[in-house]
């Protein structure tokens, strides 16, 4: 098979996948559940944020996020989406270059609950 098609293939799986998985989630093992700002989500009218570790994980080693990114301790991190949009947390890979970037709310705020 030639490279071409076989990177043709590959593209439109992904796509398929990611189609598949737009949209309302549930956090699965080894996800995480960002919730604590539910006063500022309510009023911006978002749904909690699914992080998913592992999807990460697999792809990067712990040390390119921990400890230059974030504080692996619960609470540390104050996450927020001005500090996203300023090349912060999230924001230092999604920024339109390493990663999409910031602009469609559903991607991360996709919590539906247990």
């Known amino acids: 098979m030639n490279k071409r098609i076989l990177w043709a293939v590959v593209f439109v799986s992904a796509v398929a996948v990611g189609m598949l998985f ?8 080894g996800d995480i559940v960002l919730d604590r700002k539910m006063d500022s989500m309510k009023k911006a009218n978002v749904k909690p944020v699914v992080f998913p570790h592992w ?3 697999i792809r990067f080693k712990c040390k390119v996020c921990h400890e230059d990114i974030f504080i692996i301790k619960k ?3 104050d996450i927020n ?12 890979c ?5 990663a999409w970037e910031p602009l469609y709310c559903d ?3 996709s919590y539906e609950g247990k």
């Open 94 to 98: 999604h920024n339109g270059l390493t």
């Open 81 to 92: 989406m001005q500090a996203i949009m300023e090349g912060k947390f999230c924001g230092r």
């Open 107 to 109: 991607r991360c705020h």
């Open 55 to 57: 999807f990460h994980r």
């Open 75 to 77: 609470g540390a991190n």
């Open 22 to 29: 737009s949209g309302q989630s549930h956090a699965e093992y």
